[in-house]
């Protein structure tokens, strides 16, 4: 799988998918009926101009998943802001999945990542949500920037 680079606006910064990355959001695509929604952070390492995506998390067993929803325990994420700090990477968003195709962040998503901006301490112009969708033949990915403000679709893979 190759790496997913994606231009931030006229900013001359990018955002980078690695290939481990790209590879975890693969596995947890929701194919079948049961399949409950899967998610977790997403940690970056700076490099120059580029935000690089180097782990993404989850989910865990403590998190609460349904078919449609999904409810991260943000106690066990906290730890994990702090030991994953501790490697020299930066939380710097989530990532869930979701059933349909190609798939779009819903009321709660966009509230719920403006929230995590407003109470987390950090120096960063923005969070990234990525949304994974489910189809089988490609990866579909929607990529969004997000803050106290607004969420932005920044990228479409389909
Ligand atoms: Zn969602």
Redesign the pocket.
């Known amino acids: 799988m190759k790496r997913i680079s994606i231009p931030i606006g006229t900013s001359g910064q990018e955002l980078v998918y690695e290939p481990d990355v790209l590879r975890h959001f693969s596995r947890n695509r929701q194919f079948s009926s049961p399949s409950k929604?899967a998610g977790g952070q997403l940690f970056a390492k700076f490099v120059g101009s580029s935000i690089r995506i180097v782990v993404a998390t989850g989910p865990y067993p403590s998190d609460k998943r349904t078919r449609v929803s999904?409810a991260p325990n943000r106690a066990l994420e906290n730890k994990e802001i702090r030991s994953m700090f501790k490697r020299g990477l930066h939380y710097i968003g989530d990532w869930?999945t979701?059933p349909e195709k190609r798939p779009k962040?819903?009321a709660?998503?966009v509230a719920s990542m403006r929230d995590c901006f407003q109470k987390s301490t950090h120096r960063l112009n923005f969070f990234v949500l990525s949304?994974v969708g489910n189809e089988q033949a490609r990866l579909c990915i929607s990529t969004m920037l997000c803050n106290q403000s607004a969420c932005i679709l920044i990228d479409e893979q389909h």
Do not use: K, Q, R
Request: glycine share 0%; proline share 11%.
């Open positions: 929604e999904f869930h979701h962040p819903s709660i998503d949304i």
